[in-house]
Structures are given as C-alpha cells and as structure tokens.
C-alpha cells in the first residue's frame, strides 16, 4: 500500500473496481497486499457467480468484498475486533453489499456454532494466534463438496496431507495458497 492511503485498500477488479475500502490501522491487521489479491482471484476465475464465501478473521475484508465485486451470492465475514466490525459494516453500506453479512464474533467460535457451507473460505488469520491444522480440520465442515480454501500463512508453513496444495505463491515473509480436500482414498 502506498504511504498516502494508510487505511485503505482498493478494490481491484469487478463492478466495484477502483473503489476504496476504510479500515482502522489496528496493528496487527495486515490486508492482503493488490497484487497477492489479483493473482489468487486470477487463480480463483476473474468471476465468482453464484460462489458462497466465508471471509474467516475478515480484518479489512479485502477478500470478501473483492468476491462480492467479482459476483460472489454473498460472503460472510466474521471478526471479533470490534473497530474492524464497525469498519465491515461502514464499507458495506458504501459498497450497497445486500450480500454481505457482518459477525461480531470470535473466529473459532463461530465455526462452532454456525451452520452452512460455502464454496470458497478466505483464512487469513494472524499469524502467531494460530494453530493452522486445529483451523484447517474445524473448517473442513464448512467446506461445500469441490470448495476450495484460500490461506495466507507464515513462510514454511507445511499442510497435512488431508488437503491437496492447488496453487501457491510467496510474497516477503508469507505464503499464500488455495487448499482442497484431499479426496484421494486407499
């Protein structure tokens, strides 16, 4: 992000292309960099019609309101801090985001006690707090047949061999991967 827009994030394709999002300059919250955002969503299909998502630990909620832009039918966006809530909800009434519902809830307790499967689950969670393959299994429930799990990760970051690694990059210090179940049988 460029030094002037500290608290923003631009939408980078789609209907809202161009827009910006607000959010507060909470210090761990690190939004997905542009151009990480544009090569998962040229991995993902520029379109996302008709695709249920889930933005787990949204923060900014580049990710979610990035499917939105792109045609996702809705994404849920779950995040316990509450100025972070306040900002979701600021930016999806700007956006006009019928399609976006906003949780004010701890991540993990809400996988616990929310029904419903989405199709593509952003998992962006911070990353010291973090135990990725306890997260991984909880959400696989969550998981539509053929969904595919977008996570951004601590450089090394090794999966279990319950998910199949799609696709997979690195900027600086982070991975960044789409995950779907293994389906493999012996």
């Given at each position: ?11 980078i394709g789609g209907k809202w292309r ?39 630990f949204a923060g900014s909620g580049a ?124």
């Open positions: 992000m460029l030094k002037g827009n500290k608290g923003k994030v631009k939408i161009g827009r910006w999002l607000e959010f507060s300059g909470i210090d761990d919250l690190r939004p997905t960099p542009n151009r990480v955002r544009e090569t998962v969503f040229n991995w993902l299909g520029q379109t996302l019609t008709d695709k249920t998502c889930l933005d787990l990710l979610g309101f990035e499917a939105l832009s792109r045609g996702a039918q809705c994404v849920d966006f779950v995040e316990e801090n509450r100025i972070s809530v306040q900002a979701l909800r600021a930016n999806a009434t700007k956006l006009s985001a019928h399609n976006a519902t906003v949780f004010a809830q701890d991540s993990w307790q809400w996988v616990n006690s929310h029904n419903g499967v989405y199709d593509i689950i952003f998992l962006d969670p911070p990353f010291k707090k973090t135990d990725y393959a306890s997260l991984l299994r909880l959400i696989k429930a969550k998981l539509a047949p053929q969904g595919i799990i977008y996570c951004e990760s601590p450089k090394g970051l090794a999966i279990d061999e319950q998910w199949q690694v799609i696709k997979q990059a690195q900027a600086g210090q982070v991975q960044y991967q789409l995950l779907q179940e293994n389906r493999i049988t012996t």
